[in-house]
């Protein structure tokens, strides 16, 4: 399915020098914040206090938090679990007060605004769970990348394989980045987010790579710079549908879906956009920088000794 098809291929590669100068400052500057601030981290990861409060009617999470927030918390996780009367919260770890008191402390408010409040459940969370969490986030990531490598190096080449583990990695650190710089909280969602972004760029890449294997077996007289030009614009089409439809959808998780999935969709959001930058003009730039030929994606038929490469029985003895 195709809205429009472009007759005259665009050369994308023309600028692949300038793009990717552009990608490196964009990644380096990523990795300066991500050492210089650092990511912040939510209650997941650095240990806290998480409460269960049951009503006896349905509560608006949002006025819980802001009845929360009043009380000098910054960012607090509230949202629903069981049905709409059950609330779960996760408070982060304040400095001398204990997690006894915090619970007081929020309980007090809350009844304040609605009586029937009561607390079910209490319960702190360790930073020791915080670390194995983060190892374990790390040892995903880590699986992941080495899965997608393995994938393209049999599916293609090593060339392709290395060039796109490069760019869905940029993808990462750029993600990883814009939390650093702009101290947007950090949790086991968008850390879901950023491995769900890693296996959609792959997806992009396998689309053009596929079709710049097939262009090498259709034009023979292309060179590889035009090769891999054609293959990009020819998916165009098909990438405007499905990254479109697709952001459509995290955008209605953007604007509807609460404070519990603002930043995964924002970490979705961000990895789409660069998904789709690095798929066509980091991954692609990478592989012909690194030599990617016409022998290494097809195969030359071998030659039988009267010269004719289909016929099977060709150089047999009678």
């Given at each position: 399915?195709?809205?429009?098809?472009?007759?005259?291929?665009?050369?994308?590669?023309?600028?692949a020098k300038v793009l990717n100068i552009i990608s490196f400052a964009t990644f380096a500057l990523a990795i300066f914040f991500l050492?210089?601030?650092?990511?912040?981290?939510?209650?997941?990861?650095?240990?806290?206090?998480?409460?269960?409060?049951?009503?006896?009617?349905?509560?608006?999470?949002?006025?819980?938090?802001?009845?929360?927030?009043?009380?000098?918390?910054?960012?607090?996780?509230?949202?629903?679990?069981?049905?709409?009367?059950?609330?779960?919260?996760?408070?982060?770890?304040?400095?001398?007060?204990?997690?006894?008191?915090?619970?007081?402390?929020?309980?007090?408010?809350?009844?304040?605004?609605?009586?029937?409040?009561?607390?079910?459940?209490?319960?702190?969370?360790?930073?020791?769970?915080?670390?194995?969490?983060?190892?374990?986030?790390?040892?995903?990531?880590?699986?992941?990348?080495?899965?997608?490598?393995?994938?393209?190096?049999?599916?293609?080449?090593?060339?392709?394989?290395?060039?796109?583990?490069?760019?869905?990695?940029?993808d990462v650190v750029i993600i990883l980045g814009f939390f650093a710089f702009f101290q947007w909280?950090?949790?086991?969602?968008?850390?879901?987010?950023?491995?769900?972004?890693?296996?959609?760029?792959?997806?992009?890449?396998?689309?053009?790579?596929?079709?710049?294997?097939?262009?090498?077996?259709?034009?023979?007289?292309?060179?590889?710079?035009?090769?891999?030009?054609?293959?990009?614009?020819?998916?165009?089409?098909?990438?405007?549908?499905?990254?479109?439809?697709?952001?459509?959808?995290?955008?209605?998780?953007?604007?509807?879906?609460?404070?519990?999935?603002?930043?995964?969709?924002?970490?979705?959001?961000?990895?789409?956009?660069?998904?789709?930058?690095?798929?066509?003009?980091?991954?692609?730039?990478?592989?012909?920088?690194?030599?990617?030929?016409?022998?290494?994606?097809?195969?030359?038929?071998?030659?039988?000794?009267?010269?004719?490469?289909?016929?099977?029985?060709?150089?047999?003895?009678?």
């Amino acid at each position: 399915m195709e809205f429009f098809r472009i007759h005259k291929t665009i050369p994308f590669m023309r600028h692949a020098k300038v793009l990717n100068i552009i990608s490196f400052a964009t990644f380096a500057l990523a990795i300066f914040f991500l050492f210089h601030r650092g990511l912040h981290l939510s209650v997941e990861f650095t240990g806290g206090t998480v409460m269960e409060v049951a009503y006896q009617q349905s509560v608006d999470v949002g006025k819980v938090r802001e009845t929360i927030g009043k009380l000098g918390y910054a960012e607090v996780q509230v949202q629903n679990y069981g049905s709409s009367r059950d609330v779960q919260i996760r408070l982060p770890v304040q400095k001398g007060q204990t997690s006894a008191q915090q619970s007081a402390q929020v309980m007090d408010a809350l009844k304040a605004v609605d009586s029937t409040a009561v607390l079910r459940g209490n319960e702190f969370v360790g930073p020791q769970v915080g670390e194995e969490l983060t190892t374990n986030g790390i040892k995903a990531l880590a699986m992941v990348v080495v899965g997608i490598m393995i994938y393209l190096a049999f599916r293609f080449e090593w060339k392709f394989a290395l060039s796109t583990v490069l760019a869905n990695l940029h993808d990462v650190v750029i993600i990883l980045g814009f939390f650093a710089f702009f101290q947007w909280e950090f949790s086991l969602a968008v850390l879901a987010a950023v491995l769900a972004v890693l296996g959609y760029s792959v997806n992009e890449s396998v689309v053009i790579f596929d079709r710049i294997r097939e262009n090498f077996r259709r034009y023979r007289k292309m060179t590889t710079v035009e090769t891999i030009d054609n293959a990009i614009t020819s998916t165009i089409s098909r990438t405007i549908i499905t990254h479109g439809s697709t952001q459509l959808v995290v955008l209605s998780m953007f604007f509807f879906g609460g404070p519990t999935l603002h930043y995964f969709a924002l970490a979705l959001t961000i990895g789409i956009c660069f998904g789709i930058y690095s798929s066509c003009f980091v991954a692609a730039a990478i592989a012909m920088w690194l030599g990617i030929k016409r022998e290494d994606l097809v195969k030359t038929p071998v030659k039988r000794d009267d010269g004719d490469p289909d016929d099977p029985n060709a150089g047999a003895a009678v």
